[in-house]
């Protein structure tokens, strides 16, 4: 059984910073990719960011690209999303979620699982 669950949501002023957590269970996160995605209210679920399976080397979307980072505790089996120079427009439920059958990928539904999604909110 695959489980995913995230914490370090909640609230931030424009400029500020948040680290999320994506703890997995049932599966190594190291020998998969990894992937962030995010949803505001009244829009579809967008790409973020994601991993490359064992080398963990990283891709962003535009949006966030130089502000956001990707990372792996591989002994806690871990996956961290660091966000900085927040801004309101980031504001949304970030989702961590794996797909097993790829290399690396930003495409939503090729991802198998997914974590219960944590809020974030950036006030201006």
């Known amino acids: 059984q695959v489980q995913l669950v995230e914490s370090g949501g909640g609230l931030v002023q424009a400029g500020g910073s948040l680290r999320l957590s994506c703890a997995a269970s049932?599966?190594?996160?190291?020998?998969?990719?990894m992937g962030w995605f995010r949803q505001a209210p009244g829009k579809e679920r967008e790409f973020v960011g994601s991993t490359r399976r064992n080398s963990g080397s990283t891709n962003y979307a535009d949006s966030v690209k130089g502000r956001f980072t990707i990372s792996r505790d591989n002994a806690k089996n871990t996956v961290y999303l660091q966000m900085n120079s927040l801004k309101p427009e980031d504001t949304a439920i970030y989702y961590c979620?794996?797909?097993?059958?790829?290399?690396?990928?930003?495409?939503?539904?090729?991802?198998?699982?997914w974590g219960q999604g944590t809020q974030v909110t950036v006030s201006s």
């Open positions: 049932g599966l190594t996160i190291s020998s998969n990719a």
């Open positions: 979620a794996v797909a097993t059958g790829w290399e690396m990928t930003t495409v939503l539904h090729h991802y198998d699982y």
